[in-house]
T-cell receptor, first 117, second 115 residues
Framework: AQKVTQTQTSISVVEKTTVTMDCVYE???????LFWYKQTASGEIVFLIR??????ENATVGHYSLNFQKPKSSIGLIITATQIEDSAVYFC??????????????FGSGTQLTVMP | NSKVIQTPRYLVKGQGQKAKMRCIPE?????VFWYQQNKNNEFKFLIN????????QIDMTEKRFSAECPSNSPCSLEIQSSEAGDSALYLC?????????????FGEGSKLTVL
């Protein structure tokens, strides 16, 4: 069964530093898609970045990048030069490929990031 | 800002009452999902649509929950008889990808409180 695990419940950092959030996943599918979202205090969920399992290169978007370690089933999110407004709950999520027959996006439990001045 | 529009933002209902939430997916997105997020931030998939057709739904949805995505009208999720355990944030999301690969774009959610 597919599963996404985020072990870090909360992280606090000082602004302008780099933070890494961990995520491990379980799937039997050879093709899958990994995503990171953030949920702001208002409840809005914003898509940040994705990694397709067949791509070897780590994805990068703005100050977000991924550390994809396929043999370890790990997809870490790295935020460089953090800003106060990066404070939010960050969710890792996975979708399996067509062979699974499942359309769902499976979420981890989230990591609360607090960026302090 | 979110392009998936959900209304209302807040709902307060008594036990046994109906609760109805609406969602306008992002323009051109054929795939719509409904999720329930509880106070522990856990997401529970409820149902999804491709255009007007249900693709997948959980057992809970088949009983007290009903949902539809009619053409040229907002999608909706309705709880026929609300229970205290239904108190949660109900999230609608859409995807422009017909397949399994696309990311979802979420609305701001409808927060349901059942007294």
């Amino acid at each position: 069964a597919q599963k996404v695990t985020q072990t870090q419940t909360s992280i606090s950092v000082v602004e302008k530093t780099t933070v890494t959030m961990d995520c491990v996943y379980e799937t039997r599918d050879s093709s899958y898609f990994l995503f990171w979202y953030k949920q702001t205090a208002s409840g809005e969920i914003v898509f940040l970045i994705r990694q397709d399992s067949y791509k070897k290169e780590n994805a990068t978007v703005g100050h977000y990048s991924l550390n994809f370690q396929k043999p370890k089933s790990s997809i870490g999110l790295i935020i460089t030069a953090t800003q106060i407004e990066d404070s939010a709950v960050y969710f890792c999520a996975m979708r399996e490929g067509a062979a699974s027959g499942s359309w769902q996006l499976i979420f981890g439990s989230g990591t609360q990031l607090t960026v302090m001045p | 800002n979110s392009k998936v529009i959900q209304t209302p933002r807040y709902l307060v209902k008594g036990q046994g009452q109906k609760a109805k939430m609406r969602c306008i997916p992002e323009k051109g997105h054929p795939v719509v999902f409904w999720y329930q997020q509880n106070k522990n931030n856990e997401f529970k998939f409820l149902i999804n649509f491709q255009n007007q057709e249900v693709l997948q739904q959980i057992d809970m949805t088949e009983k007290r929950f009903s949902a539809e995505c009619p053409s040229n009208s907002p999608c909706s999720l309705e709880i026929q008889s609300s229970e205290a355990g239904d108190s949660a944030l109900y999230l609608c999301a859409s995807s422009g990808d017909w397949g399994y690969t696309g990311q979802l774009y979420f609305g701001e959610g409808s927060k349901l409180t059942v007294l």
